[in-house]
């Protein structure tokens, strides 16, 4: 069993940054994938941004160039840096992390971009 834990998210004007945070119950980087998606109002959910356990990187192509996904495997925490934030990115921010086997959700934070 691994809890995902989200924080960071607000409200910010467009153009600004965010950094939202994911803290693991345990570590979540052997064997596994960790990502990002959101879920904006009557849409589906998409990926943003995901970083493999031997730390390669993609990107959805609306947030390649604003967004940098990390994660510190000391401390069991995943990252997303968001900057210069738009009003499409608002959206529930979800983190994920993937096992062979399982999969595992944090509950989400918000994300509100004005305009």
């Known amino acids: 069993q691994v809890q995902l834990v989200e924080s960071g998210g607000g409200l910010v004007q467009a153009g600004g940054s965010l950094r939202l945070s994911c803290a693991a119950s345990?570590?979540?980087?052997?064997?596994?994938?960790m990502g990002w998606y959101r879920q904006a109002p009557g849409k589906q959910r998409e990926l943003v941004a995901a970083?493999?356990?031997?730390?390669?990187?993609n990107y959805a192509d609306s947030v390649k160039g604003r967004f940098t996904i990390s994660r510190d495997n000391a401390k069991n925490t995943l990252y997303l840096q968001m900057n210069s934030l738009r009003p499409e990115d608002t959206a529930v921010y979800y983190c994920?992390?993937?096992?062979?086997?399982?999969?595992?959700w944090g509950q989400g934070t918000q994300v509100t971009v004005s305009s």
């Open positions: 994920n992390v993937r096992f062979i086997l399982q999969v595992y």
């Open positions: 345990r570590s979540i980087f052997s064997g596994t994938s």
């Open positions: 970083i493999t356990s031997g730390g390669s990187t």
